[in-house]
């Protein structure tokens, strides 16, 4: 009798040891730009199929957010879609994982196809205001942006020359509202990342370059932005994080980050 409890007592130890993971399940945090979100997507997945050990989580909030999102330690990466400024930069780290071009969109309807660099200044000011003088219709343009703090906002009115003077219809919390909003209105114009372009928005060419790869690579599409990992200075990233962090600029991610639309960078 004493030989077969021992046996049974065995035989749950075992089966104990089976159960119970070898390993202490790791997190990975990031917080952040919402353009960024099949970017992000597609790397995340790949990860947690390579790392069955490790959680990752992605919360779409915005440049702004995921910058002070960073800062405060509520995430372990944040995620901006424009470069970090001198004050950030004073405490936070920023690597460019990748460049995306922002896409001028305009719905599938409108004939225009093209429009330079100063068309779209103009355009955005509210110094153009009807499409007929741009080469479309006889109708007025409706302007559609991202919200204050949108790294995709910034980068548009960097690189236009209009920051703070663009003359909003509605000024939307994600691509994919401006897409919706874009889509559903035949006199709407706005802006979004390469990487979340699809077929319900129609894209224009900027003096005559469409935003591609090869066009962002070389600079000749000239709206284009880095999307970048933000980390606190001088903290010591968790090791999930430094894991994705790896997997994000290795040789396996390159193929994942040009799928979804961007150029990847190498580390510096």
Excluded: H
């Amino acid at each position: 009798m004493k030989k077969q409890i021992v046996s049974v007592l065995a035989a749950m130890c075992l089966t104990a040891a089976v159960a119970t993971p070898s390993f202490a399940e790791m997190t990975v945090s990031t917080d952040g730009s919402t353009s960024m979100e099949k970017v992000i997507g597609s790397l995340g997945e790949a990860f947690s199929n390579k790392y069955d050990d490790v959680t990752f989580t992605y919360n779409p909030t915005g440049s702004g957010s995921g910058i002070t999102a960073a800062q405060e330690g509520r995430c372990d990466i944040g995620l901006s879609s424009r470069a970090l400024k001198a004050d950030e930069a004073k405490t936070l780290d920023g690597t460019t994982l990748a460049l995306d071009g922002i896409v001028v969109v305009v719905n599938p309807a409108n004939k225009v196809n093209d429009l330079s660099i100063d068309q779209i200044s103009k355009i955005f000011k509210g110094e153009v205001t009807s499409w007929k003088d741009v080469g479309g219709a006889d109708t007025p343009i409706v302007l559609i942006g991202r919200e204050a703090g949108s790294g995709t906002r910034d980068g548009f009115e960097t690189i236009t020359n209009t920051k703070d003077s663009c003359k909003y219809r509605q000024e939307l919390t994600s691509t994919g509202d401006v897409m919706t909003v874009v889509s559903k209105n035949e006199n709407a114009i706005g802006y979004i990342s390469l990487a979340s372009m699809n077929d319900k928005v129609k894209g224009v060419t900027v003096e005559g370059v469409a935003a591609t790869e090869p066009t962002i690579a070389d600079g000749t599409y000239k709206i284009q932005r880095p999307f970048v990992l933000v980390t606190k200075k001088g903290a010591q990233l968790s090791e999930g994080a430094q894991k994705f962090i790896d997997f994000a600029f290795s040789e396996e991610a390159k193929p994942i980050l040009i799928k979804a639309g961007v150029v990847p960078v190498a580390k510096k």
